[in-house]
């Protein structure tokens, strides 16, 4: 259920802890677990969910072009793609989760750019927190279309996606790397239809309550509170995702993971606490 690999030795392990006996179902098909975590849920709210996702990604997906040619994108569809996520997730909260965890391990993220993907579940996962907290539908969008396009700039610099860091500890490196939200805001500045709130959630997004985020090591106090909501996504998903380095965290560990890191002062507790509640 975790998305972990079973093997023998897990198999060993778990025997040595103490179970006397242990089965194992083998599946038939690849996604039936999908499916039946899926069936769940309402069949057509599923249904919904599950397209809007993929039209977000799409959207998502041909808005980055534009801007990435330099052509003057308008950010009209997913404004309509987030306020149509909007009337559904405030009626089917669970069914929004349970899609996204679907989504999670499904064979089409290996179609679509990790990346995509990946901004798509900040956006997602942030407005639902951001609705838990009792913020406005206008800051709901706006905290959205922040998730979204965050990571805009990355699509320019393919090496910086990986961020190894600890491979790869030039200090060049990393300095660019740390530049690369402020790029971002840049690479927006010629699109139609952003407010100037996106621009400002996204140079945030990467700052940290404690003041050890970047670009400028802003703390808790200098920051708006959807650019602390994405901050406590943003390290969620950072823990949880496989990379080509880890394996990740099962959510469970990841979960445990942010509590600490809220402990620590270095994202924020209200946050935080609201995330896990929706979680």
């Known amino acids: ?14 025997l040595a802890d103490g179970g006397e006996t242990l089965t194992i179902l083998v599946m038939s098909e690849q996604h039936t677990a999908t499916r039946v975590l899926l069936d769940s849920y309402p ?22 072009d534009e ?39 499904s064979e ?11 901004s798509t579940r900040l956006a997602w996962l942030s407005i639902i927190t951001a609705m838990e907290m009792g913020l406005t ?7 959205g279309l922040a998730g979204l396009l965050h990571d805009i700039s990355l699509f320019l610099h393919p090496d910086w996606q990986d961020k190894d ?16 939200s402020v790029e971002s805001v840049d690479l927006l500045s010629i699109t139609i239809g952003l407010s100037r709130n996106v621009s400002f959630l996204i140079a945030q997004l990467h700052e940290q309550d404690n003041g050890a985020g970047f670009p400028c090591g802003l703390r808790g106090s200098q920051l708006l509170p959807g650019s602390r909501i994405l901050n406590v996504v943003d390290a969620y998903l950072e823990t949880v995702n496989p990379t080509f380095r880890t394996r990740g965290l099962v959510p469970a560990a990841a979960l445990s993971h ?7 002062g270095v994202i924020a507790s209200e946050a935080t606490k609201y995330f896990i509640d929706t979680i």
Request: net charge positive.
């Open 1 to 14: 259920k975790a998305g972990c690999t079973f093997d023998e030795s897990l198999r060993a392990k778990l």
């Open 43 to 64: 069949s057509e709210s599923v249904s919904k969910l599950q397209d809007l996702l993929m039209q977000t990604e799409r959207g998502l997906e041909s808005f980055i």
């Open 67 to 105: 801007v990435l040619m330099k052509r003057r994108a308008e950010s009209n569809t997913l404004h309509g793609q987030l306020d149509t996520f909007l009337r559904e997730v405030s009626q089917n909260t669970a069914t929004a989760l349970g899609v996204l965890a679907a989504r999670w391990n």
């Open 108 to 118: 089409q993220d290996l179609k679509a750019s990790k990346l995509i993907t990946r």
């Open 137 to 143: 539908q206008s800051e709901l969008v706006t905290i």
């Open 165 to 180: 860091f600890r491979i790869n500890k030039r200090d060049e490196f990393v300095a660019s790397y740390r530049k690369h």
């Open 258 to 264: 942010i509590v600490y890191q809220a402990a620590q």
